[in-house]
């Protein structure tokens, strides 16, 4: 597979006669890539190769150096693609308010003062949105802590910065009605991811990868009756039986696309990025401005309750902990503890006849 990796220099080696190689270089010049080519790993070394040549450019003593410690460390790497894109956007906006900031901000003697800088910093970020201030603060806190386990400085000053965006949408579902509306507006190679997220309890970012069959990668896949996956956030294994209106119109489906994917874009190509903001504009549509793909989970949850299903059985569906669905069925008054209050106002009933 060809890839674009700016910089990188390949080369041929000639011995006796003979033509060995390609070699691959991160620069000219620099340190040779022992990978595969074309490979997710070849491309992370290249990645850390030309990280730390650049933080080699950094001048020592300035939180500069710490960011670049960051962007080259275990931690900011295993992130998910997606979130890691996201962080990129907020290490930004830190590089360019605090790069320049010296590492004797974060000596003891300092620290208070300093988390005074953030803090006030956070309170901007938050006047123009409450979720992204908190995530800017997530992000300059990870930051520090790597910072401060390297050694590079002594203190974390955003240690327990706490949170002003609270977000709750336990008790926003998609009424029956709703999703009538939404498929009768929406064109199929959308309607069939939300058919599919009420219908597994799954999140967006791995139903888009689900598969037709079992592929090379560790996808998920449907094999025609079961839906195999670990999820991406979690790392749960769950094993779905496709059932209902789902499983027809996944046999439909399948007989229509030469894609590897069940989700694709309306050419039949696997989803790369946009797939959030059509839906959102579909459901927009569709008169559903209220409800996101993500209350389609809490949905799925609510029908299993309604259907007879346990806490326990729900959990092995969704790969939410228990505690989680307990709290989402809370919301809609179909929790443990109303089955208790069932149980218990059954008996005061049995109680009063008998006393009559």
Known sequence: MEIKLAGLHKTNMKRKGKVFGPYYYAWRGGPRLKSKYGTLAFAKEFEAAVAGRNAAKIPKGIFHSVIATYKGSTEFGKLRDRTKADYLKHIEAVEKKFGSLPLSAFKTINVKKTRGVFKKWRDELHQRSLRQGDYAWTVLARICSVGMDRGLIDENPCTKGGREYQSNR????????????????????????ALLAIWTGQRQGDLLKMRWKKGPSKEPYFDGT?????????????????VGPLKAALKEAEANTTSPYILTTARGEQ??????????????????????????????????????????????????????????????????????????????????????
Do not use: C
């Open 271 to 356: 989803w790369k990025s946009g797939f959030g903001s059509l839906f959102s504009k579909k459901k927009k549509e569709a008169g559903l401005g209220g409800l996101t793909f993500h209350d389609l989970r809490g949905t799925a949850i609510t029908r299993l309750a309604l259907a007879g299903a346990t806490v326990l059985e729900i959990a092995a569906v969704t790969g939410h902990s228990m505690k989680h669905v307990e709290e989402i069925l809370a919301a809609h008054y179909l929790g443990g503890k109303v089955e208790l209050a069932d149980q218990a106002m059954v008996k005061l009933e049995r109680y009063w006849e008998s006393a009559a």
């Open 170 to 193: 336990q008790d926003l579902i998609w009424t029956a009605d709703d999703e009538r509306k939404f498929y009768e507006s929406a064109p199929p190679h959308i309607s069939m991811a």
């Open 226 to 242: 079961y839906m195999y996956l670990k999820q991406s956030k979690g790392n749960a294994y769950v094993r779905l039986k496709v």
